[in-house]
Antibody, heavy 122, light 108 residues
Framework: EVQLVESGGGLVQPGRSLRISCAAS????????MHWVRQAPGRGLEWVSG????????AYADSVKGRFTISRDNAKNSLYLQMNSLRTEDTALYYCAKDLSPTLTGGTFESWGQGTLVTVSS | ERVMTQSPVTLSLSPGERATLSCRASQSISSNLAWYQQKPGQALRLLMYDASTRATGVPARFSGSGSGTEFTLTISSLESEDFAVYYC??????????FGQGTKLEIK
């Protein structure tokens, strides 16, 4: 059974940093691209970032480009999102999602975690 | 950026009725469209990809159609567990991947 378990969320002040993680199991991690998708309270879904199976290809939404860094460790079956210079508008539930494809450009989110809540507030 | 627009925002129907949810793309996305279901407290679920291919384990009462800019998700006969929020998403252009704003399917 595919499992994606996010962790590391919490309350952080504007301008500070936070790193969230996603532990994957139940599938061959390095056969799939991975993504972060967020959902602000009471709002819809917004794709944040994606990474190909071997980390060679990475992309970001314009709203986070230059502030967030996605990475993965295939040996540890883990996905990460380093978030710097956080803003109040980054407050959201952050989901980890497994792509059907190994490449970043696949874009079909086959499995999702339950999310980790990031709250940016002073 | 491909802008995805879903309609209606809210759909009120009774169990056993047919549900038709629409999704429109701001420019052609071929058949590069997925549908997701979101229920409170549960992980998001992929229902459909490539516009009309059911994901693993999705019941046959769910069907998808369309190409280009107009897409439809149909639930032929609603069951109680189908009441949820549904999102469409395009993956024709990954810069960036974009979602519709969602349709809430509620019990009438």
């Amino acid at each position: 059974e595919v499992q994606l378990v996010e962790s590391g969320g919490g309350l952080v002040q504007p301008g500070r940093s936070l790193r969230i993680s996603c532990a994957a199991s139940g599938f061959t991690f390095d056969d799939h691209a991975m993504h972060w998708v967020r959902q602000a309270p009471g709002r819809g879904l917004e794709w944040v970032s994606g990474i190909g199976w071997n980390s060679a290809n990475i992309a970001y939404a314009d709203s986070v480009k230059g502030r967030f860094t996605i990475s993965r460790d295939n040996a540890k079956n883990s996905l990460y999102l380093q978030m710097n210079s956080l803003r109040t508008e980054d407050t959201a539930l952050y989901y980890c999602a497994k792509d059907l494809s190994p490449t970043l450009t696949g874009g079909t989110f086959e499995s999702w975690g339950q999310g980790t809540l990031v709250t940016v507030s002073s | 950026e491909r802008v995805m627009t879903q309609s209606p925002v809210t759909l009120s129907l009774s169990p056993g009725e047919r549900a038709t949810l629409s999704c429109r793309a701001s420019q052609s996305i071929s058949s590069n469209l997925a549908w997701y279901q979101q229920k409170p407290g549960q992980a998001l679920r992929l229902l459909m990809y490539d516009a009309s291919t059911r994901a693993t384990g999705v019941p046959a009462r769910f069907s998808g159609s369309g190409s280009g800019t107009e897409f439809t998700l149909t639930i032929s006969s609603l069951e109680s567990e189908d009441f949820a929020v549904y999102y469409c998403q395009q993956y024709d252009n990954w810069r960036p991947f974009t979602f519709g704003q969602g349709t809430k399917l509620e019990i009438k």
